[in-house]
């Protein structure tokens, strides 16, 4: 099932600076090169990036922007219950994997 979150997820944080907050998943940065296993959340563990001026940022000067979380610090927060929850993979009689609340037993997707 691989990180059991998506794209759009609401999730929680579990460690580090922003331990506490909540936050929608922006992008999951895959395993590459070792690299991977990450998560960016909307509004949480902002980085600042000092940038020359060029064609994509033609002002330049100081962006502020989302850094990485890894996957194994943040924890799906469930729709229906809004409580952290573990996710369980149930399989459809076609051959799909449904993801499912583990406390409410509610079908997230």
Known sequence: ??????K??????????EKGKKGRIISVLTDKAGKGGKVLV??????????????????GGIIEKEGP?????VMLVCPKCGARTKIAAHMQADGGKLRVCKKCKEVID
């Open 42 to 59: 909307e509004k949480l563990n902002i980085i600042k990036r000092h940038t020359k001026p060029s064609k994509t940022h033609e002002q």
């Open 69 to 73: 979380i890894h996957a194994s610090n």
């Open 1 to 6: 099932m691989g990180l059991g979150i998506k």
């Open 8 to 17: 759009g997820d609401t999730v929680a944080v579990l460690a580090g600076k």
